[in-house]
């Protein structure tokens, strides 16, 4: 079963940058991104940016121009850059890639979540 480690949450500053990273363990043929999604606490899961079909990313209003979705087909990895944060951002950060592993079908993964917190 092929998961996804998401990595580079963390506390900052208001005004700061994260960059959080998604990639798959184990042999994998190729990614698709997906989408980014966050979670703040009392409030339902909410989209951050959503990869269609191949098109560019659509960003939640609240997030754009100041987030950016990349992707390093090399890395099998798939990036959040996060600039500007503000408190609101505060939320666990999910990933979600499709995956194509070593002979196996294509799959959807969620990653487990990266806290990040961002202080006034």
């Known amino acids: 079963q092929v998961q996804l480690v998401e990595s580079g949450g963390d506390l900052v500053q208001a005004g700061g940058s994260l960059r959080l990273s998604c990639a798959p363990s184990g042999r994998i043929w190729s990614i698709k991104p997906l989408g980014w999604y966050r979670q703040a606490p009392g409030k339902l899961r909410e989209n951050v940016a959503i990869m269609t079909n191949g098109a560019s990313p659509d960003y939640a209003d609240s997030v754009k121009g100041r987030f950016t979705v990349s992707t390093d087909n090399a890395k099998n990895t798939m990036y959040l850059q996060m600039n500007s944060l503000t408190p609101e951002d505060t939320a666990i950060y999910y990933c979600?890639?499709?995956?194509?592993?070593?002979?196996?079908?294509?799959?959807?993964?969620w990653g487990q979540g990266t806290q990040v917190t961002v202080s006034s």
């Open positions: 979600n890639l499709g995956v194509v592993r070593v002979g196996r079908p294509y799959s959807t993964v």
